[in-house]
């Protein structure tokens, strides 16, 4: 009841936001959610549009590029606050178990103490008070000055790097906008290779330019220091307030580039009134 209460109140004052300041808030459209299973009115921020235009101003990427991602950031479901980006990989993990809505990977979890599911982040793609009383949905952020594994303000702490997981613990790992973050892919592929049971998925989203042929290397770490092979670009962080490096730039190989080792991936293109947005990676662990 209190969650519900607290979900119309944000979906109320949303809808005066866009009543009282039609400059800043405005209607988008009416859909089902997928973060958080509900028919929702989806709401576009200038503010948002704005703020990452100031990001993208000096990146030397096209202007489509930097288009999708003020649209890929923004469309927020007035309930949960999801962006468009969130809600289509929500909406790729629930495609690829078979699930109709986010209600129903709930009561799976509920119901399948087997079953488990890892989000690099803290309830970010799935947006529901319930799973954070589930000992199976399983979330992490990267506090880089932590010990793995260790809770850090009720959260746990986790380099994609080197999980501190068992072999096979997960069905499901899920990131959104992580690995253009991490110096050392082959790690981070690996790792979460190790901890997906034989079948399980990664569903992940990066920041993909269709419009560059090859992804490019920005800046690696060598004896444990930063070397940049362009120039630094930092991407907005909700966690380091100061943003956060891009160690690479992925172009329209992503799905190519993110396949290692048998670790095929694959991607889901997701379009809006046939304008491009945004892409869904995803690859599946082989059984045995």
């Known amino acids: 009841m209190k969650s519900r209460f607290k979900s119309v109140s944000r979906l109320c004052v949303t809808a005066l936001k866009?009543?009282?300041?039609p400059h800043v808030w405005r209607y988008s459209t009416r859909?089902?959610?997928?973060?958080?299973?509900?028919?929702?009115?989806?709401?576009?921020?200038?503010?948002?549009?704005?703020?990452?235009?100031?990001?993208?101003?000096?990146?030397?990427?096209?202007?489509?590029?930097?288009?999708?991602?003020?649209?890929?950031?923004?469309?927020?479901?007035?309930?949960?606050n999801a962006s468009y980006r969130?809600?289509?990989?929500?909406?790729?993990?629930?495609?690829?178990?078979?699930?109709?809505?986010?209600?129903?990977?709930?009561?799976?979890?509920?119901?399948?103490k087997q079953f488990h599911v890892y989000e690099t982040a803290a309830y970010n793609t799935f947006r529901s008070d319930h799973l954070r009383k589930?000992?199976?949905?399983?979330?992490?952020?990267?506090?880089?000055?932590?010990?793995?594994g260790v809770s850090v303000n009720s959260i746990r702490n986790e380099n994609l790097e080197c999980l501190t997981f068992p072999d096979n613990s997960f069905d499901v790992v899920i990131n959104s906008d992580v690995l253009e973050h991490v110096a050392d892919l082959d790690k981070a592929l690996?790792?979460?290779?190790r901890v997906l049971k034989p079948g399980g998925f990664h569903v992940f989203t990066v920041p993909a330019d269709h419009n560059v042929s090859e992804t490019l290397e920005r800046a690696?770490?060598?004896?444990?220091?930063?070397?940049?092979?362009?120039?630094?670009?930092?991407?907005?962080?909700?966690?380091?307030?100061?943003?956060?490096?891009?160690?690479?730039?992925?172009?329209?190989?992503?799905?190519?580039?993110?396949?290692?080792?048998?670790?095929?991936?694959?991607?889901?293109?997701?379009?809006v009134d046939h304008e491009y947005i945004t892409s869904v990676f995803y690859a599946q662990k082989a059984c045995r």
């Open 190 to 193: 690996s790792e979460i290779r």
């Open 31 to 80: 859909e089902y959610c997928p973060s958080c299973n509900r028919a929702s009115i989806i709401a576009y921020s200038v503010d948002v549009k704005r703020h990452i235009e100031r990001i993208t101003s000096e990146w030397k990427s096209s202007d489509s590029f930097k288009h999708s991602l003020i649209q890929r950031e923004n469309h927020f479901c007035c309930y949960c």
């Open 134 to 148: 589930l000992s199976n949905y399983v979330v992490s952020e990267f506090f880089e000055h932590c010990a793995p």
């Open 18 to 21: 866009m009543v009282l300041k």
């Open 220 to 271: 690696r770490v060598v004896d444990g220091a930063i070397q940049h092979l362009l120039e630094p670009v930092m991407h907005g962080d909700s966690i380091r307030g100061d943003g956060i490096l891009a160690f690479r730039d992925f172009g329209r190989d992503a799905s190519r580039y993110m396949s290692r080792d048998g670790f095929t991936c694959r991607e889901r293109r997701y379009a």
């Open 86 to 112: 969130l809600r289509m990989n929500a909406n790729t993990v629930l495609e690829l178990l078979g699930l109709s809505s986010s209600a129903d990977l709930l009561r799976r979890l509920q119901k399948d």
